[in-house]
């Protein structure tokens, strides 16, 4: 699926700056975007391009791995061993979609040392959604619900990303994440059809994850960085608020077929539009947890470097066994 970029320091040095002095190869990159070409990793581009890539696709990769540490929460809990059995089945599904991401982002000349150092440091970012509590078995249901529904309507178009390894990388995991939203929905759907207390409990959830699972899309238009160039380069296909739009316009009978209210009392459908209007955001939670890492990101990170402390002895052991079939394998 991927190709390692295997040029050495200087080549890269070298190559960048000539693609970064050279108008004219700027002007063919954006042609060839302009037509529809997928780039591959040994193809000429623009060094903004690739650390464009490389920041949203590590990126993507950490969020995968944090975000096997809500749902872990639940493994020792879960109700029934079969519901103990698919939530793990999850977990290790999302452990494969961080290695799938970060091969990708490694094809762009950057070490997955490198980026997970990045992510321990707290120098890299993940999505915010993750630094929520999961206090009930209801939250698993609606991060499944909510949280992978939204990451399949953000995902779906990178299908399409005009750089091969993401795009290649994506079809595989919103194949995946698509069962993972049913999984969540049935989770939902039993507790809404359980007792008093049971829907009670789905309805606090959908009334916490709600509106974090809006901010998944990243902020508004107006306020967005990078949205504008990377849809000129074709990584992604749609702004930030409209696929915001859709996941709202395809939630909504979702949330009326179970008999749960959508916490937002400026919800209403718009004839003209033929779309929801809805409330707004609160843009200063959003950045807030991205700036502190809200009520769980310390203990998201400490996680994460206790794992990878642990797991030290494990990686030895691998790389000393690689080591001798490789001389095994010289000899023969």
């Not at 040095?13 to 004219?24: F, H, N």
């Not at 040392?113 to 509590?133: E, H, Q, R």
């Not at 107006?222 to 949205?227: D, P």
Request: hydrophobic share 35%.
């Amino acid at each position: 699926m991927y190709s390692t970029d295997l040029r050495t320091d200087k080549e890269k040095k070298s190559a960048d700056q000539q693609i970064l002095d050279d108008a004219e190869l700027w002007d063919t990159f954006q042609a060839r975007i302009d037509n529809g070409d997928t780039i591959e990793a040994k193809d000429a581009m623009p060094e903004k391009y690739r650390q464009t890539l490389t920041r949203q696709i590590s990126q993507h990769a950490h969020s995968e791995i944090i975000g096997q540490l809500p749902e872990g929460n639940w493994v020792t809990r879960a109700p029934t061993l079969k519901r103990k059995l698919i939530l793990l089945a999850k977990i290790q599904d999302e452990a494969g979609h961080g290695l799938y991401l970060y091969s990708a982002a490694e094809t762009l000349g950057r070490s997955r040392d490198d980026m997970v150092a990045d992510l321990l440091s707290g120098k890299a970012k993940y999505s915010t959604i993750f630094n929520y509590p999961t206090p009930t078995w209801a939250d698993i249901g609606t991060i499944g619900w909510l949280v992978d529904g939204a990451a399949i309507v953000n995902q779906i178009p990178l299908c399409r990303c005009s750089y091969g390894p993401y795009a290649r990388a994506m079809v595989r995991v919103c194949k995946e994440e698509s069962f993972h939203q049913r999984q969540g929905y049935e989770i939902v759907t039993t507790l809404a059809r359980g007792s008093a207390e049971q829907k009670a409990m789905a309805q606090d959830s959908l009334n916490r994850f709600w509106w974090p699972s809006l901010m998944m899309f990243g902020p508004s238009d107006s306020a967005s960085t990078h949205s504008s160039q990377n849809m000129k380069w074709n990584i992604k296909r749609h702004s930030n608020d409209e696929l915001r739009q859709r996941f709202i316009d395809a939630t909504i009978p979702q949330a009326e077929f179970l008999g749960l209210t959508i916490p937002d009392p400026d919800l209403k459908w718009n004839e003209e539009r033929g779309s929801y209007d809805h409330g707004d955001i609160d843009w200063d939670e959003f950045w807030a947890v991205i700036k502190d890492g809200g009520i769980c990101g310390k203990d998201r990170i400490q996680a994460r470097r206790a794992a990878a402390k642990d797991g030290v002895w494990v990686r030895a052991a691998a790389e000393a066994y690689a080591a001798k079939q490789s001389a095994k394998e010289q000899v023969a």
